[in-house]
């Protein structure tokens, strides 16, 4: 399935499995991704606030029967996966998972308000023009459908109902903008009793952890589709050129958890500033000793510069987690 065809409601369980998975797993998850999928599932754990225990124990329950019964059909069709399926969790909730699995394949508009409150739904849709309550309704559930056009003003109840009997044929590009301006709205309603999961600080922590290549081809992403959000990530980013701004104290730190060999490998082609700042934090003989891996290592390729260097950053985060230096993101520490 296309990155394009995924559900706002399935990007948003994809990108809560992320989070509960961890920045490191994630990293290696998303190498296997194709860039469409990395981008959108990134912009929906940017978008992440607070996640109920249920939502979490639902997805991750979810995502356990989904896997399970792929491979069952994998191993010899639908009929197969539903017996085994059947065995394992019981004929009902059998039949839940292939139907999940099913309408995976073909994704219905408006899919991402099938679980909707009701109240919350109508509430959302009450100043949209009758015409697109129409549409929408036609495309939900029949119960969710009728519980949310009872909770409509009268006046517009009854008009909504009429432009649902008289409607036609709509043509796809128009269903998909009004999909995509709705998924905006309902997006930003707030929540309330929730646990923090995501946000951009759970983003900036999985570009840390991924490698070079796909952090470029995020934020480049990002920087085309959602600027501000962008500048926000690479503002509260470390990258390896940001040694330069940790303290002595910190550099000597994290020098100590490093090999020379991986060292001398991550300093190829770096900013002056960047090599005065290592070698100012070194003995003299570890920094010749450094300086002749360097001149006697001849040409690399750049990948394997960016992997040595992001080892290097992933020692400086871990250290930072364990709160054994403090890594400054352009805002002066306040002394009290």
Known sequence: MRGSALSARNRQKAAILMMLLGAERVGKVMQYLDEEHVELISLEIARLDKVTPDLRT??????????????????????????????AFGRDAAGEVIERIMHALEVVPFDFLRKSDPTQLASMLQDEHPQTIALIMAYLPNMLAAQTITKLSPELRVEVAERIAMMDRTPPDVIRRVEQVLERKFSSFAQAEFTVVGGVKALVDLLNRVDRQTERKILESLSTTNPELAEQVMNMM????????LDDRAVQAVLREIEIKELSLALKGTSSDVQAKIFANMSERAGTML????????????????????KIVSVIRRLEEAGEISIGRGEEDVLV
């Open 58 to 87: 639902s997805v991750i329950n979810e995502f356990f029967e989904m896997a399970m019964a792929q491979d069952y059909i994998a191993q010899g069709g639908v009929e197969h996966a539903k017996r085994m399926l059947e065995s």
């Open 238 to 245: 470390f990258v390896f050129e940001d040694i330069v701004n």
């Open 291 to 310: 300086k002749e891996d360097m001149e006697f290592m001849g040409p690399v390729k750049l990948k394997n510069v960016e992997e040595a260097q992001q």
